[in-house]
């Protein structure tokens, strides 16, 4: 009876079930953008030092939040193939309500450092979140289901910064305390709802070489047709990171945004990529094709890159945040491409190839982006709060020859073969 599916199981239990992961799949991508609004002025709070220095410390932790998300990811996937995926969700859940607490209370960096690892590693749950996902879906649905935890993903990053800058209007430690309730009241929610999906049938041993996040590179030499749309990824990753990293330093020494102003301008910049990715995609790519449209995308992220590098107007700043989402086309697009070069018994290995590479640009792209943006507001006599997105503009100059080679070559092959 136990190792009953769980598809078997009442609907109603299977649907709060479901409920259940969504929720905390948008928690873990609410505590990515939650504490950004606030983190400014936290840092100072705790440091004492300039807005300059607080953008170094909040690249340091955002790149030890990736580095966790990537160490762990893997490992925390196997454990759930061997105890099951309740334990390990609810025991996460748990150390992330203690671990809110903790930066809610921290009053030095190292404590604050020691929070946000422990958050990196609450938060690499979201590969047995999925994993839960399809433990429980029909063949059919997975698909469907899938594309709702992307949904709750993107309603999480736009939730995060908001209620994160709204919150900190009550001060630079309210929004971890009230991170802290939800992920308690999921707990609760979790404990009698969530069946346990792994069985017998599909549970396997914890073997060390299946929890190292290092083995997904090996792949890139089985994968050589994708090779160079992954250095893509990676130049765009690490373009794009220049938002997260630094745009609350970067609104506060620009245009003297307080954290609520912050967060609203992150939330309508997370709107706007939903739109962009969920629905505009769908009608770009069949109008004009993958090969203008990421060529369209990246000369129009060089240019809102540019703009941002010497924008002075805070009001001009707030209308044109939402514009800047339209290059977000890119990431989708590429994936859609490489997905075709590959297998079909290769999918996985693609998507964690991707995954990999991407953890690899938010791990170093913070600490290069926040270290911009100190040496250019340290010196009054080069201060210039928007040059981080200078060398972003570069790097969508340095994306279009890569990109035009892997075209080039496609085209060539068609030629060939035909």
């Known amino acids: 009876m136990t190792d009953a599916p769980v598809a078997t199981q009442a609907p109603r239990r299977s649907k709060r079930a479901f409920v259940f992961i969504m929720i905390t799949l948008m928690i873990d991508a609410m505590g990515i953008g939650l ?13 004492g030092g300039t807005l300059g220095d607080a953008a170094i410390w909040g690249g340091v932790l955002t790149t030890l939040f990736a580095v966790m998300q990537f160490t762990f990811g893997p490992a925390i996937g196997s454990l759930s193939d061997r105890f099951g995926r309740r334990p390990v969700l609810l025991v996460s859940l748990a150390v992330m309500a203690a671990d809110y607490l903790v930066m809610a209370t921290a009053q030095s960096l190292w404590l604050l450092f020691v929070a946000r690892a422990i958050g990196g590693i609450t938060a690499a749950t979201q590969s047995t979140a999925t994993a839960f996902i399809a433990d429980i879906s029909k063949p059919e649905e997975k698909a469907a289901n899938f594309g709702l935890v992307g949904a709750a993903f993107g309603i999480g990053f736009v939730l995060g910064p ?3 800058g709204l919150l900190g209007e009550f001060g630079t430690r309210a929004p971890f305390y009230a991170a802290a309730g939800l992920a308690a009241l999921n707990l609760v929610f979790g404990y009698f709802v969530l069946p346990e999906t792994v069985t017998d049938r599909i549970r396997r041993p914890f073997l060390w070489k299946r929890a190292n996040p290092f083995a997904a590179f090996a792949a890139l030499g089985k994968l050589p047709e994708v090779t160079r749309l992954l250095v893509l990824v990676f130049l765009y990753e690490f373009a794009f990171i220049v938002y997260p990293a630094t745009w609350a330093f970067y609104g506060q020494a620009a245009f003297g945004w307080d954290s609520g102003m912050v967060g609203l301008s992150l939330g309508a910049f997370g709107i706007a990529m939903a739109i962009v990715q969920g629905g505009l995609i769908r009608w770009i790519i069949p109008t004009f094709g993958e090969r203008r449209a990421v060529t369209g995308a990246l000369a129009f992220n060089f240019v809102a890159f540019m703009v941002l590098v010497f924008l002075q107007n805070g009001l001009v700043a ?18 859609g491409m490489m997905s075709r070069r590959v297998a079909d018994d290769s999918q996985g290995e693609l998507q964690g190839v991707i995954a990999s590479t991407k953890s690899v640009a938010q791990i170093f792209a913070p600490l290069v982006m926040t270290q911009i943006f100190w040496a250019f507001t340290a010196d009054e006599a080069l201060y210039l709060p928007g040059a981080p997105f200078a060398l972003s503009a570069l790097l969508m100059l340095v994306c279009l020859p890569v990109f035009f080679g892997v075209t080039s070559r496609g085209r060539r092959k068609m030629t060939k073969t035909g």
């Open 35 to 47: 504490i950004i609004p606030v983190m400014p002025d936290l840092l100072q709070e705790i440091d």
């Open 162 to 164: 908001v209620i994160g």
């Open 318 to 335: 707030i209308i044109f945040t939402p514009f800047t989402a339209l290059g977000a086309i890119i990431t989708p697009t590429l994936q």
